[in-house]
């Protein structure tokens, strides 16, 4: 992919807005709240959690990296240093994370470390992007990491590790797989949330729908029909045969990002949306009016009404079930809560 440099794209890199102090729930994708809400609640997984981050040490994984890759500077690799400060600095991070380049004809990207976080590109992404798509990557590791998500994502390829070591123990591996299941399951979600840190970075739609594009197995963008490609993610969240949501089901099992064309649409929505508009014009709420970690059922709460407007507006066959079938458990409950709350009014029960 070849980038192309507009009169339009110097101006919007000229204009591109800062966003002090931003908080990471200023642009969290609701599923991503409510399922590390969810994640939270399941038994057992912070104690193994707690465990993992005491197993190895930290150094371990950064000498690795300083050994076999190339750690980005002003003399190494200036012009993704340059993305990386520029990231930094328009999520107004309290300390820059280093990145490094690691050779693999793989196109990837990921955030990793407990104490110090830092991001790794492969040379396959570097070779294959352009700037502006590669600002919107680097953009969205920077949200791992200001989101806290780069402790999890270490923590899942350390438990990863020691699944290889406990599968001649029936009980143990089954453990391992019930919690690696609740982990990817949120770290789905929260690429949705970091590919809004990676947009509000370059404030870019069309650089992030490239990097989309070329994860989705595009080369040479003038072979490539954006409205067509986006309405491959609308054929594919509306499919009308049950038979292909089970499919769709059982194709995301143990995957730790959700498809490059789902995404792609779900972003692009959001890029049209008021909620980034008003990020934008510096409405979004700040660190210092975070509470902890935010509120358990307000989390879940907000995933619910994510996942109804989600499945009220598909056709998808299973969807449609899952709606009915929670709308009508939902109304029942409703009803129990309400006469259990008049009989004890009427000092009843």
């Known amino acids: 992919m070849t980038e192309e440099n507009t009169g339009a794209d110097e101006v919007s890199r000229s204009t591109r807005v800062r966003f002090p102090r931003i908080s990471p729930r200023a642009y969290e994708h609701p599923a991503d709240r409510g399922a590390m809400a969810t994640l939270r609640a399941v038994p057992g997984v912070s104690d193994v959690l707690k465990g993992l981050a005491g197993m190895w040490p930290e150094r371990g994984e950064r000498l690795m990296a300083l050994a076999s890759t190339i750690r980005v500077g002003e003399k190494q690799y200036a012009k993704i240093n340059q993305l990386r400060l520029e990231c930094a600095e328009t999520l107004d991070l ?63 390829r350390r438990l990863k590790l020691i699944q290889k070591t406990v599968t001649f123990i029936p009980l143990g591996a089954l453990g391992l797989r019930a919690v690696l299941a609740a982990l990817y399951e949120w770290y789905r979600k929260a690429e949705l949330t970091c590919d809004r840190a990676g947009l509000l970075c370059g404030q870019d739609p069309a650089a992030a729908l490239r990097a989309h594009v070329y994860l989705a197995g595009g080369t040479d963008l003038t072979q490539i029909d954006l409205p067509s490609f986006l309405q491959q993610a609308e054929e594919y969240e509306n499919v009308d045969d049950i038979r292909d949501s089970l499919h769709k089901l059982r194709n995301v099992e143990g995957m730790g990002h959700p498809f490059a064309v789902v995404r792609a649409a779900q972003l692009q929505r959001w890029a049209a ?11 979004y709420q700040r660190r210092d009016e975070d509470s902890g970690s935010g509120n358990f059922t307000e989390d879940l709460r907000g995933a619910a009404k994510s996942y109804k407007e989600s499945m009220a507006n598909s056709t998808d066959p299973l969807m449609k079930i899952f709606n009915d079938v929670g709308g009508a458990v939902s109304g029942a409950a409703g009803k129990v809560f309400s006469k259990f709350g008049g009989q004890r009014e009427n000092g009843e029960g």
């Open 273 to 283: 949306s008021e909620e980034y508009r008003e990020i934008l014009t510096g409405s």
């Open 94 to 156: 309290d300390k820059v994370p280093n990145v490094f380049v690691m050779r693999s004809p793989a196109a990837n990207a990921f955030a990793i470390g407990i104490d110090e976080p830092f991001i790794v590109l492969t040379t396959g992404l570097v070779e294959a992007l352009d700037t502006e798509s590669l600002r919107f990557v680097i953009g969205h590791e920077m949200g791992h990491v200001l989101s806290g998500h780069a402790v999890l994502s270490t923590l899942i």
